[in-house]
């Protein structure tokens, strides 16, 4: 049988094992298969790109071609795969060709969600979770002003903050009562949201959209707490949602994620899975930084040197220039509580458990100079 790796995405996860596994095993053949153009780019960038002079032709690093020679794998791009034949080592795609593999890789990200929301201007929200999403947004943006952002998350305030300080007139709406509602104590939303309407940020919290209207160019946002406003484009960024179901109709164990345990090994052999759409022990984490890790143990397996994944403690770090944070979100899972430092040039809230263990923490402002330190004293995320 062909001794081929396929790979099956090509988000950081997928060129993430590639190029991994180049670095170990010069020869083996590497198929990857995209749904998408198949090209290079750091995702992270779309949230301030526009902030930073980047363009969304800027933001790629490289396309399917150039990648292809540079690491010297097949790519196959704009080609998506319907379903696996695991009896047969078979990977079907949409157009019912069928291609053999020795070891697959689910590289598949995360849907973002959308909320189900009525009225004339839904179908213009939009989403931002790849390149062709942002292509279209910078599109539709154009030479408007008003965005309306719903979801005050890591997403929703990133691009918050990256389209007030281009001169746009934003909105954010959530459902919470603060901004970055799940990473960060009381104070720590209240100091992100005065920075953030201190660059001309409007927030409306403890509320939801219930309708978005379209008269003419216009879109009309109706929320449940009665109040409206109108706006030039909506983007919803209320969360992701791990893509399972390829694997779920193999019969791959799925729960929020695809269920691989520390070797990035499904309880199937030869299936293993990365990235946004994995479940590694119980924790779904859709950042860069443990698909780094999750790469570089997933390529050392594949050479041929079995290595299950170690994530140590991987603060990650919010892009809003207007208010420096980095976060380390605890296990809540563990009993303790929040001490919080707070002056006017920043927030230090420590999260430590009832033995005074430091679990966790959100740094903002001059506070986040202490990143290093406080780093050093995290337990790690997978001992
Ligand atoms: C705007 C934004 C900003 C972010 N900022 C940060 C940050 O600052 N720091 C941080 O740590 N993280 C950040 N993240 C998260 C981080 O970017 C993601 O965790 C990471 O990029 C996910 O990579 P992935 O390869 O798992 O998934 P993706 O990049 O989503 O790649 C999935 C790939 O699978 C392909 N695919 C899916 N289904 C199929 C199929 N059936 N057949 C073929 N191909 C398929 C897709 O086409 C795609 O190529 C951000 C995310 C967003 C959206």
């Known amino acids: 049988m062909i001794k081929q790796i396929v790979i099956v995405g090509s988000g950081l996860a997928g060129y993430g094992v590639a190029r991994e596994f180049r670095k170990l095993d010069a020869e083996t053949p590497i198929l990857m298969l995209s749904a998408d153009h198949g090209g290079f780019y750091s995702k992270p960038m779309l949230s301030n790109a526009l902030s930073s002079g980047k363009t969304p032709e800027s933001i790629l690093n490289g396309d399917a071609a150039q990648m292809s020679a540079q690491l010297k794998i097949v790519i196959r791009p704009h080609c998506c795969v ?39 201007g839904v179908e213009k929200v939009l989403t931002v979770n790849d390149l062709d999403d ?33 001169g746009h007139h934003v909105d954010v709406i959530d459902i919470s009562s603060q901004p970055l509602g799940r990473l960060l104590p009381p104070a720590g939303g209240a100091f992100i949201q005065r920075k953030l309407e201190g660059i001309g940020v409007t927030f409306h919290l ?7 209207d379209q008269v003419q160019e216009h879109l009309y946002l109706t929320f449940a707490n009665g109040n409206s406003i109108e706006s030039d484009v909506v983007l919803s960024a209320v969360g992701l949602r791990p893509r ?3 694997a779920a109709s193999t019969g791959i164990s799925v729960n929020r994620g695809i269920i691989v345990n520390r070797y990035l090994q499904t309880q199937l052999n ?25 790469a570089r143990a997933l390529a050392a397996t594949l050479a041929g040197n079995p290595t299950p994944v170690h994530y140590p403690a991987m603060p990650v770090i919010v892009k809003t220039s207007s208010c420096p944070t980095v976060v380390s979100p605890p296990d ?26 430091l679990i966790g923490y959100a740094l903002l402002g001059d506070a986040t100079k202490e990143r290093n330190s406080l780093t050093a004293r995290l337990p790690a995320v997978l001992q």
Not at 206 to 212: F, L, M, Y
Not at 271 to 290: H, R, S, T
Request: hydrophobic letters at 45%; a negative charge.
């Open 270 to 294: 030869d299936i293993y899975a990365l990235g946004d759409c994995a479940e590694v022990e119980g924790k779904v984490l859709p950042f860069v930084m443990p698909i780094s890790h999750a």
């Open 82 to 120: 319907a379903s696996l034949n695991q009896p047969k080592n078979e990977v079907i795609l949409a157009d019912g060709e069928s291609v053999l593999y020795d070891r697959l890789v689910l590289a598949l990200g995360a849907d973002q969600v959308r909320l189900p929301l009525s009225g004339s």
């Open 244 to 246: 399972t179901q390829l």
């Open 206 to 212: 403890n509320t939801s959209v219930n309708s978005i």
């Open 134 to 166: 942002y292509k279209k947004f910078r599109a539709e943006l154009d030479e408007k002003k008003r965005v309306s952002i719903i979801g005050a998350g890591l997403i929703g305030c990133e691009f918050a903050n990256d389209l007030a300080l281009t």
């Open 332 to 357: 809540f899972g563990i009993i303790g509580a929040w001490n919080v430092e707070a002056d006017e040039n920043g927030i230090k809230a420590l999260y430590e458990d009832n033995a005074g263990n």
